[in-house]
């Protein structure tokens, strides 16, 4: 067994440094001292080796060990992944809390994923059969909702020899036995490791042209996010990102969800593991849990693990996707994860860029999100991984380096605004802001699977927000009184989209997730009504006259009184619109 | 084990450096003897094979390169614990100060702590009422929260957290344990006397630990103070079974100290001169308050922080406001107009208020309610700045309405006074009242059915 030994020379914080040329090898795994707390080679020099520690330092001494494992920081990929909750390092925190108690100790080992569990199998392979990497061997109902698919790793490939029956077996016991191309013979179990740092292989990538459908209008309709794109959701403190992130692991189609709690509240992980465990997935009818992996690393646990937990959740989606799932990666938030870098780029005494951020803060965040995408598999099957990153801007400021550079490598930006949460429309996704590349990609999409009419309609409701906000800055400096009445009417209409399409009720039995159908049919009765509204206007009836209609508020409701499963109530608003329309011009006469 | 080391190499404000040391370990705790009188404790923050660099706590006045005895004690940071530190006074590195002797116990503790398991934390939902309507209407204070008070030089925090104090541990009849854990960093000793005073005259004066560290007291001890609480703070809620409310202030003292240490270890300066990690050290004082399940105890954080020229953008409150679990901002201009609490309820948010309040826990319009009010406000600014331009005249006679509910809301349901203790029906009702100013129409955040249960328009006028 390769085991190179090294002795501590110093420590600072999370980083402590080795004395010579230890032979270890850039980021690989080692153990630190009498308590083995885990840690990764960072920086590797003639006369001194520099190690990042996973976990608190505090009690090291010098001249201790340090044991090196011979690989990079991996992650164990096997079924009971799902309904599990890690740390930053795929320790999980159940098991810990069942050894150490309520505190998370140092130095705890325990393993990933359970090995004594029996999962009842399915073989898929027989003798004789040809695997390349990425041959699913087995399948394994790993929870309610979903059939682990385990895989041959990447690297390997060869002839069946022999295969087990179906039947019960750990996530050790040896599956399938093939012969490699040299020769050799090897044992395949469920269980695959796989480095953190590096991208698991795929064939070859997609465009975008599926929409990952949220339930949420302002995302759906106004900024879509395709299967294998990237977003990234910056706001300062309280408008939302936290909120915005649970909705869509919560209520988007995509088949698993990965949840990375990056450096934030402890409270937070717990509210998420108590809700997901009772909420029922309307797609399965299975606790949302049984899609969901929580890697809860808080922001009081060690910040070098913090660092990690981002590659760790992105490995873990990478492995689903090759089993032809489409994941959803929310991080929450990549400015932790930068603060990381920092915190331990300075300890580094590395020379600061911006803001003190170290240089290689871009080509760190554009390397994490371009491991999205929908990709063909190595087996032939597709899957895709999406990321939805929280961005916490210093200060709320957007032009901080983390916004700034994530913007370059995101193609949806969904900029949450501080008043809009104070004035507590949520979601405080600001329309004027925010921008989707995907829009044009996704047109064929919404036009076939939603209506023809759709983007158009998208356009128009853009169109009106827009010029309510030109026209806002008028009635900022002389009122509204003056305005003339179809300006005054465009208003009236942009308030309507404001209040009854724009905000969104989490809260609401009906309108925390909405079908794409009501979506459209709700911005076809909002358009309607500007439409009849604007007839009437043009015809010389003054706004006041139809204000006093409740025709308005009437629309601002339907998100409340039209549930999703009853379209056909929408054809009764076009009924009352055009009542309005005749009794205005009855009055009127 | 007792080694004693004779002299330094070299001293740098708080920071010396020893050479030729055996067997120290990082983060361990240091005794100085100097010119053999005096005591001082430090703390080693870096450690280079035989060469540590230590931090000393109470400064390193009086030191010099050669009238010091160093001391390795081999254990890091530690603290006596028993119940009978209720009621007494402490330094802020947790030795008395009161005269009345030390603490006699076995027990000892880590001050550093351990982060708190996620998947053993219960999630709070019980909320406090303190009789205060800015707060138990709108930001509602939880039972295993952290929610600070976002305030600036001359604004009237202490008072606002020695009425939560007050309202808080006596409004409620049950016999759960209630008691506070008080540490002053960097505070000046008025504000000190203030809350000492304050908790002698309601009553609750054995039921706190005070942790002191004053404005004149040496900076570096101030970095300890904040654990050195909190680990009293987690000792009574989950072995003493307490429900714990730890008042910490102020923050901004305790980040400047953090950033005068750094600066003097040569580290590379990030925000406003502060260190790369302030955000890691922060959360590891905040993240520990909470629940653990199957204890009875809790703690719930107040931390009071000064905001530098009120500017909450600056790195401390920024930072903090991503910790925490919400915050109550304090402002200047409703200050200035005699409203007391100035809270500006804006920017202020709790965000476990969702999960506690309502239908079982205080009334069902109340999250609706609480919406409107915010909605309605937002509303009275923007009317405000239309004002402030055209002139309040030429105003729509919707906005007209809005500055009257401006003007009320302030008075009436923001402002109370400092002994005013509202029950949550009160403020939910004057919440209503208020709202009856303004038209139906205009209530766009409230569910219909909760409309017409509470909803009573303002009579008219003439």
Redesign the interface.
């Known amino acids: 067994m390769y085991n190179n030994i090294g002795t501590i ?5 999370p980083v402590i ?1 080795l ?1 010579g040329n230890t032979g270890f090898k850039m980021s690989e795994m080692v153990y630190v001292g009498k308590e083995r707390l885990v840690g990764e080679v960072i920086a590797l020099d003639k006369d001194l080796t520099t190690i990042q520690v996973y976990e ?8 201790e060990e340090v044991i090196a494992t011979g690989d990079a920081v991996s992650v164990t990929l096997a079924p009971g992944i799902l309904n599990n ?1 890690f740390d930053g390092i795929e320790r999980p ?2 098991r ?2 069942e050894t ?6 140092r130095g705890v080992s325990v393993d990933s994923l359970d090995r004594a569990k029996k999962w009842p199998t399915h073989l898929t392979v027989s003798v004789g059969d040809y695997l390349h990497g990425g041959t699913i061997i087995a399948e394994v109902p790993e929870t309610r909702a979903i059939m682990h698919k385990c895989m041959v790793p990447p690297d390997v490939e060869g002839t069946v020899t022999s295969v087990v029956p179906d039947g019960e077996y750990t996530i050790d016991d040896v599956l399938v036995t093939i012969r490699l191309n040299t020769g050799e013979t090897k044992e395949l179990t469920m269980t695959q490791r796989w480095p953190i740092r590096v991208a698991r292989p795929t064939q070859h990538r997609f465009s975008a042209s599926i929409p990952l459908v949220t339930g949420q209008r302002i995302i759906d309709t106004m900024f879509p996010i395709a299967k294998g794109g990237t977003a990234a959701i910056p706001g ?3 408008t939302g990102k936290t909120m915005t992130q649970h909705q869509i692991a919560k209520w988007s189609d995509a088949d698993i969800i990965i949840y990375i ?1 990056c ?1 934030e ?3 937070e ?3 998420v ?2 809700e997901f465990g009772e909420l029922i997935d309307p797609k399965s009818g299975n606790p949302l849990m049984d899609r969901t992996t929580l890697i ?1 690393n ?4 060690p ?1 070098a693990a913090r660092e990690a937990s981002i590659y760790t959740g992105l490995t873990l989606a990478e492995y689903y996707r090759d089993m032809g799932y489409d994941v959803a990666i929310m991080a929450d938030s990549t400015s ?1 994860w930068a ?1 990381a870098l ?2 331990l ?3 580094l ?2 020379m ?1 860029a911006e ?3 170290p240089a290689y803060l871009a080509s760190r965040l554009s390397a994490f999100y371009e491991r999205a995408g929908m990709m063909h598999n190595l087996n032939g099957t597709d899957g895709s991984v999406s990321i939805i990153g929280a961005v ?1 801007p ?4 957007f032009s901080e380096p983390v916004t700034q550079n994530t913007k370059r490598f995101v193609r949806c930006f969904w900029g949450l605004d ?2 809009l949460a ?4 949520f979601p405080a996704i600001h329309w004027l802001t925010s921008y989707s590349e995907y829009l044009s990609d996704l047109a064929p999409w919404y036009q076939e699977h939603v209506s023809p009419k759709f983007v158009d309609y998208r356009n128009r409701i853009m169109a009106l927000l827009n010029s309510e906000s030109s026209l806002m800055e008028i ?7 003056v305005l003339p009445d179809d300006q005054k009417l465009v208003l009236e209409i942009a308030r309507v989209i404001r ?1 009854g399409f724009l905000q969104q009720n989490a ?1 609401h039995k009906d309108d925390t997730c909405v079908s794409m159908e009501k979506q459209f049919l709700m911005m076809d009765t909002i358009l309607y009504l500007y439409e009849q509204s604007r007839a009437l206007v043009a015809m010389g009836h003054p706004m006041s006259v139809l204000r006093a209609e ?1 025709i308005f ?1 009437k629309v ?2 339907i998100k ?1 009184d039209v549930p999703n499963d009853r379209p056909e109530m929408f054809a009764q608003y076009h009924q009352d619109i055009d009542a309005f329309y005749q009794r205005v011009l009855e009055k009127n006469a | 084990m007792s080694i004693e080391y004779l002299g330094l190499s070299s001293i740098n404000g708080p920071l010396i450096a020893i050479e030729g040391v055996q ?6 705790i240091v005794e100085f003897v100097v010119s053999g009188n005096e005591r001082k404790l430090g703390r080693i923050v ?5 060469k540590a660099v230590i931090q000393v706590f109470e400064g390193t006045d009086n030191m010099s390169l050669l009238n010091t005895h160093t001391r390795l004690t081999g254990h ?1 940071m530690e603290i006596s614990l028993s119940p009978d530190i209720l009621g007494r006074t402490f330094n802020g590195i947790g030795q008395p100060i009161d005269d009345m002797g030390p603490i006699t116990s076995n027990l000892k503790r880590d001050v ?13 939902r019980n909320y406090i009422r303190t009789g205060i309507s800015a707060i138990d209407g709108l930001t509602t204070l939880i039972r ?2 952290k929610l600070p008070i976002f305030s600036g030089n001359g604004l009237p925090h202490d008072q606002l957290a020695a009425q939560i104090v007050k309202q808080a541990s006596l409004g409620d009849d049950s016999d759960e344990e209630f008691a506070i854990v008080f540490a002053a960093m960097g505070v000046k000793h008025d504000v000190a006397d203030f809350f000492r005073r304050t908790f002698e005259e309601s009553g609750v004066a054995d039921h706190v630990a005070m942790f002191l560290n004053l404005a004149n007291d040496p900076v570096v001890e101030r970095l300890i103070t904040p654990k050195v609480a909190l680990t009293a703070a987690e000792y009574l809620a ?1 072995e003493q079974n307490m429900h714990i409310l730890v008042i910490l202030t102020d923050m901004t003292s305790f980040a400047e100290a953090m950033r005068e240490v750094s600066s003097s270890k040569g ?5 406003k001169g502060f ?3 302030l ?2 050290e922060l ?2 004082i ?3 308050a ?1 629940i ?2 199957g ?1 009875n105890g809790s703690v719930t954080q107040l931390p009071i922080l000064t905001m530098p020229n009120d500017d ?4 401390i409150p ?1 930072l903090t ?3 925490t ?3 109550i901002v304090l402002d200047r201009g409703l200050h200035s107009q005699s409203i007391y609490p100035p809270i500006n309820i ?2 202020s ?1 709790s ?2 208020m ?2 506690g309040i309502g239908e079982g826990y205080t009334r069902d319009d109340h ?1 609706d309610l609480a ?1 409107q009010l ?2 309605a406000y ?2 009275v600014g923007e009317a405000r ?2 004002a402030s ?2 002139g309040e005249d ?3 006679p919707i ?1 007209k309405k809005y500055l009257e509910f401006g003007k009320e809301f302030e008075e009436r349901y923001i402002g109370q006074r400092l002994f005013e203790n509202r029950s949550i029906e009160t403020t939910l009702n004057l919440g209503w009242e208020l709202l009856g100013k303004l038209p139906r ?1 205009e209530l ?2 409230v ?2 059915k909760i409309l017409d249960k509470y909803y009573v328009p303002a009579p008219v006028e003439e």
């Open positions: 020379y110093g420590v600072n914080g440094y004395k608190e330092t505090s009690g090291l001494r010098p001249g909750i925190l159940e810990i809390a150490g108690g309520a505190f998370i100790t300062g403190f309280g709690g450096g509240r402890g409270n992980m717990t509210q593991l108590e809860a808080t922001s009081n646990m910040v932790r603060e920092r915190e780029s300075g300890r005494e590395e600061p803001e003190g951020f916490s210093q200060g709320g400021d501080k008043s104070y004035s507590r429309h009635v900022k400096l002389i009122g509204s009184d209040l809260f409740n508020d601002i409701a409340y | 067997d120290a370990f990082f983060d361990e870096e450690i280079y094979e035989d890091p550093n702590g351990l982060p708190l398991n996620p998947v053993t934390r219960e999630y709070p295993g929260q989950f580290e590379i300066p990030s925000r260190p790369g990690y955000y890691s959360a590891t905040y993240e520990r909470g653990v399940q204890k909450i953008t600056h790195p920024d406001g991503y910790i679990e919400g915050q804006l920017p948010l965000r476990l969702k999960d999250q919406n915010f909605s937002a509303k700045n239309l331009v055209i030429e105003l729509s906005d129409e766009d955040r569910n219909t």
